[in-house]
């Protein structure tokens, strides 16, 4: 089958915000570009994922071989929906939407959500806290409106179950760990991770302001 993996990520200066108190704004815009690096590599060398799309109002740095989809700005879940329509126009029976913070995904991670996936017709990977969505796959057409935002793992599930679907739950430490906080930042800088490495420097920093 025609396996797509699709990637949304913002303009790189609008992304991570929340994490202005810890890092620069060019800190920021490189963690963003790692995260997207690390993410889109980990698409390339699962074995399943056969096209790769991202939905950003930016190119940047992005190889020649990966499909960049326009953001209508109408928010998330929109611009998700109309790129899952596109990728069916293009040929498409399965789609894996992950998002461009999973720092620690690999390969072994896609590939069991869609092995997932492909038993029910729909499978989640939540985050840590069990209430957002980190991950989906979805045959298509999709049947199951995308609901990214508060409480999202539930509204999946529950959306799914509305279309006669039951979403089939993945668990793996590589789909349920992003970073949305200081802490995240803390475990990604202890990682041993080298494009990483950067953050000790830019934590170290925080801390001392915290002790003056």
Partial sequence: MSTWALVAIN?????KTRLADYLSPGERQRLVGCMLNHVLQAIGASTTVRHIAVVSPERD???ADVLQLPDPGAGLNHALMAAAQRIEQLGGKELLILPADLPLVAAADIDALHGAGRKTGFALAADESRQGTNAI????PNRVPF???????LRHRTAAAEQG?????VDRPGLSF???GYADLVVLADSGISQYAFLKAALRKVEEKIHD
């Fill in 11 to 15: 303009a790189r200066s609008r992304c």
């Fill in 61 to 63: 740095a992005l190889a």
């Fill in 137 to 140: 796959f979805t045959a298509l």
């Fill in 147 to 153: 609901a990214f935002g508060v409480e999202s793992y």
């Fill in 165 to 169: 679907l039951q979403a089939a739950l």
């Fill in 178 to 180: 992003d970073v949305d």
